[in-house]
């Protein structure tokens, strides 16, 4: 725990101007952004008498060893600069609202030839239209089943377009008049390009419009005497105000606003988002944060903000946004909301009227969803805390392991040797911190082994990071190995150096734990404890959890620990633990299912997918395609002389695969027409089918 005055400013340092600050801890990772309009008097409030500071901001200071600061020209910039640095150093004490769920949007793909209408989550794409956000995926399925009587815009996928375009049959919704099926040209490109525009058009609030004018063509097929139109046309008419009903009139046509309100208590708050669109509640959606440090409503809606519009442009940001309170100043924050809209947008507290009684509704739904949170996690929380404190006592650690790290190994008999990493914060697992490794100092079966291996990799490169950073002083751990050569995945993926000149943004590799953890008994234990004193490193606890009686091991000691079984330290032990199983067995099944795939055809160079398989489909089999000539090789179309000949040579120098043989009969198995050398057909059943002798395991060596 660092003193704050150890790493004050001194006086006369900080300026008296708009900027930007970042709080990095003892690792020079970055723990909390912040802006100020002026940096001096707001970094003062730092570095205050620690009694008096909220209890977060106290432990954020205290975690924090260095502060820094970026001086700006404007306010709006340092907004701009403080969203940039929070997205892009994922601070640990900031200000962070977490979606309670992930939320469909409506979408029109205008940046297709041919518009789609479809379902879509996640990150918004260019190009596209959105329409919500929907509390359910259905909810949007149901208004599209209504819109495309009227507004028959393409939804199927691009494989069924082209399946329709290659066989000149549209699909079922194409028959039944719910698509105008451009896939066979029912429709040109620009007139369905113009059902999309007017599906968007009513999407956006312009219903009204519509409806007259359909009521007009309905009135006219009748006088005409096409009652068959005009039935239609009703039908028609019929479904838009469905459609329209499924979201309740709630301000005058035309408005498009978001309600924004906040309901809190000291330690967290929540946020409701009304999204209203053409007078109508077109979306809903939530988050839910801790207050970091003693923040104010505006300071909380600014964050809001900034999450809600950062990625956003255009239309996407309302003309009018309606908030509990306003940030201080309000100024810079409006100018940036009309930046990103590219027009002019009104900022404002409702003080009256429909929007002041559907902010009340708003502001109650935001409450409701911060008891609900409070009661799903104040059980969670205390658990956690418990189980940590657990740990700590039982393991006679000096404070709670907030950070932990297990190691697993997993192998199939020896084969495939890997091991994984997870990590756990807070009690909860850290996903993205997750590493794999493949073991490479030697082959074979030999868990003691690969453990000591894999923390010595792993805390050397925490060492060779530490180092870089200038965390040590001069001559001290001078004989640390140097960082190894990055390890590549089976994906082509970078795993685990940590040695990036990002200065301040996550890194591989770069945190040490409070507490290691190993899937074994004493020898795992041993082997974890050995590697971190050949590294010098005599600061991090080490455990080990024994599957068989749930015992937990400490270095050096030749009696387990033994926790109660209703223990929730021990229940947190055992969640880390299979958690870091899970991983290394999903990792070495890859490996294993990939090894199985492979054929000598791989290791030709420039041969892809698509002429692997023309040639297995030209000669039946490996077999077949192995006795084969050049030249008949060469008539494969794709393949020239100089690639057949490269063919030939790479299965000259393959072994070809063990033949397969009927356990009932002893016959020996022909080779299936498109069967890859290099898969183990293994022996066969009296049905035929293949038999698995000794289902080996991927773990230990026995099947689990």
């Not at 518009?115 to 208004?143: C, L, N, S």
């Not at 300071?299 to 309302?318: I, K, M, N, R, S």
């Not at 810079?332 to 947008?345: A, I, Y």
């Not at 894999?454 to 040590?472: C, D, N, S």
């Amino acid at each position: 725990m660092a003193d704050p005055s150890s790493y004050r400013p001194k006086p006369g340092e900080i300026p008296d101007t708009p900027g930007v600050y970042r709080f990095r801890d003892e690792h020079r990772r970055v723990i909390y952004v912040g802006k100020a309009k002026s940096l001096r008097q707001r970094l003062a409030n730092y570095f205050q008498d620690l009694a008096g500071m909220h209890p977060r901001t106290r432990t954020m200071v205290t975690t924090a060893a260095s502060v820094e600061w970026t001086v700006v020209s404007t306010e709006v910039e340092a907004l701009q600069l403080e969203y940039s640095w929070i997205k892009e150093y994922d601070p640990r004490f900031n200000v962070k609202y977490r979606d309670d769920k992930s939320y469909p949007y409506l979408a029109v793909t205008m940046n297709e030839e041919y518009p789609r209408v479809q379902v879509m989550r996640g990150h918004k794409k260019k190009g596209v239209r959105y329409f919500g956000p929907y509390g359910h995926a259905w909810a949007i399925r149901d208004t599209v089943d209504l819109l495309l009587r009227v507004f028959p815009v393409r939804t199927c996928s691009a494989g069924v377009f082209k399946n329709a375009a290659r066989t000149g049959r549209p699909c079922l919704l194409g028959y039944i008049g719910k698509c105008s099926a451009p896939c066979v040209d029912r429709v040109s490109a620009e007139e369905h390009r113009e059902l999309a525009d007017e599906f968007c058009d009513f999407m956006t609030g312009r219903t009204n419009a519509y409806i007259r004018r359909l009521e007009k063509q309905m009135g006219e097929a009748a006088e005409e005497m096409e009652y068959e139109r005009a039935a239609r046309l009703r039908d028609d008419i019929g479904a838009l105000r469905k459609a329209m009903e499924k979201s309740a009139v709630v301000l005058a046509d035309a408005t498009d606003a978001d309600l924004i309100a906040v309901a809190e208590d000291e330690l967290e708050a929540a946020v409701q988002i009304f999204h209203v669109r053409g007078g109508r509640v077109r979306g809903q959606r939530g988050w839910v944060t801790d207050k970091v440090e003693e923040i104010t409503t505006g300071a909380l809606v600014e964050h809001a903000l900034q999450q809600l519009y950062g990625e956003e442009t255009g239309d996407a940001v309302p003309k009018e946004v309606l908030v509990p309170a306003l940030p201080e100043p309000v100024e810079p924050v409006q100018e940036w909301l009309t930046g990103r809209r590219g027009s002019n947008v009104s900022l404002r507290v409702p003080q009256r009227g429909d929007k002041k009684a559907l902010m009340e509704t708003v502001q109650r739904n935001a409450q409701q969803s911060l008891v609900l949170h409070k009661t799903k996690r104040a059980s969670d929380l205390t658990t956690r805390s418990r189980a940590l404190e657990e740990i700590a006592d039982a393991l006679d650690l000096d404070s709670a392991p907030l950070r932990i790290e297990c190691y697993d190994i997993s192998h199939l008999q020896g084969d495939d040797v890997v091991a994984s990493m997870v990590v756990f914060e807070d009690g909860l697992a850290r996903k993205s911190e997750y590493r794999r490794f493949q073991i490479k100092g030697f082959a074979g079966q030999d868990d003691v082994r690969s453990m000591h291996e894999v923390i010595t990799r792993r805390f050397r490169r925490y060492l060779a990071e530490k180092e870089k950073t200038g965390e040590w002083t001069d001559g001290e751990n001078a004989d640390t190995p140097e960082a190894e050569t990055p390890e590549i995945d089976s994906n082509g993926e970078i795993v685990g150096t940590g040695l990036t000149e990002d200065d301040g943004r996550p890194k591989k590799f770069a945190y040490p734990p409070q507490l290691v953890v190993v899937d074994g008994g004493a020898p795992q234990v041993a082997a974890a404890r050995r590697a971190l004193d050949e590294l010098g490193i005599d600061d991090i606890a080490v455990c080990g959890l024994a599957k068989r009686l749930e015992e937990v091991w400490l270095p050096g000691d030749d009696d387990p620990v033994v926790l109660p079984r209703t223990s929730e330290g021990l229940y947190l032990l055992q969640r880390v633990r299979d958690e870091a199983h899970r991983f290394a067995i999903t990792y070495q099944r890859a490996k294993r299912a990939k090894r199985f795939r492979s054929s000598p055809l791989d290791d030709v160079p420039g041969l892809g997918d698509t002429r692997k398989q023309a040639l297995l489909k030209h000669f039946g089999s490996l077999k077949k395609l192995r006795s084969a000539t050049i030249d008949q090789i060469c008539e494969v179309p794709g393949i020239g002389r100089k690639t057949a000949e490269t063919i030939a040579a790479a299965l000259a120098q393959a072994a070809p695969a063990a033949p397969a043989v009927n356990t009932a009969t002893g016959e020996i198995m022909e080779e299936e027409p498109g069967t890859e050398a290099g898969s183990e057909p293994g022996t066969m059943g009296s049905s035929g089918e293949p038999v698995t002798m000794g289902a080996p395991d991927e773990r230990r060596g026995q099947e689990t």
